[in-house]
């Protein structure tokens, strides 16, 4: 018996799919920004210097990186709910993104950041700069230009991982899927088309952050395609 493909079921739902796909950006959105805060400021308490801070950055990084994505939105979605805290799906998948990419931005992050040579530091602070403009002028901004490739990275898979979030409920392009693929029973036709869509997610990203690095490091120049 021959396979006989029907796609027209499924871009007949192409408007659902369209907003899937636009939670899907909305989650990766915040989850970035605030990740990358995060992942600021952990890198700095890993640096700090005071002991207790940098075991508590410690342990906040080898917690998330140690366990499944899918349990810690679980814990998140019934920890909030067993305090009596009801929110949304979306909220909840932010807030579970947001913690999970900020402790792998905050390694990148740490790594940046460790890269600038001492003796860097050392003339900024023979020029007379306090240690907060030392941190944003000599530490910060060099350190985040030298593993912008790998922040970019991390982020268009936090992206992709964001499908996890399907299984509270949360409208991104994952859960659309499922709610398609149970009506039309066209299951393969409807996972090739998402697939496809997260390949173009990926490159629109991916894109997006050539775009900004461009805008935020005009010194460096970059060859080669912007994907």
């Not at 700069?129 to 912008?148: F, M, T």
Request: charged share 15%; proline share 2%; aromatic share 12%.
């Amino acid at each position: 018996m021959g396979l006989v493909l029907d796609f027209s079921v499924v871009f007949e739902r192409w408007r659902a799919l369209l907003d899937g796909a636009t939670l899907t950006l909305q989650l990766a959105f915040i989850a970035v920004l605030c990740g990358a805060a995060i992942g600021v400021f952990g890198a700095i308490g890993r640096r700090s210097g005071n002991a207790l801070v940098e075991r508590l950055c410690g342990a906040y990084v080898e917690a998330i990186r140690n366990t499944p994505l899918l349990v810690q939105i679980f814990l998140v979605y019934f920890g909030l709910s067993s305090l009596g805290l009801k929110f949304s799906a979306f909220t909840v998948a932010a807030v579970a993104l947001t913690i999970n990419v900020g402790a792998y931005t905050t390694e990148i992050m740490r790594a940046g950041f460790d890269s600038i040579h001492k003796g860097q530091i050392e003339a900024a602070e023979g020029l007379g700069l306090s240690k907060a403009q030392i941190y944003w002028h000599v530490i910060i901004w060099p350190g985040i230009e030298r593993v912008y490739p790998a922040l970019t990275s991390q982020f268009v898979l936090l992206m992709l991982a964001s499908s996890v979030t399907s299984q509270i409920s949360a409208e991104e392009l994952t859960a659309v899927a499922n709610y398609i693929q149970s009506e039309t029973y066209r299951s393969f036709e409807t996972y090739i088309v998402v697939a496809l869509i997260y390949v173009a997610l990926s490159f629109i990203m991916r894109f997006g952050f050539w775009l900004l690095g461009l805008a935020l490091f005009p010194r460096r120049r970059r060859l080669g395609t912007p994907l």
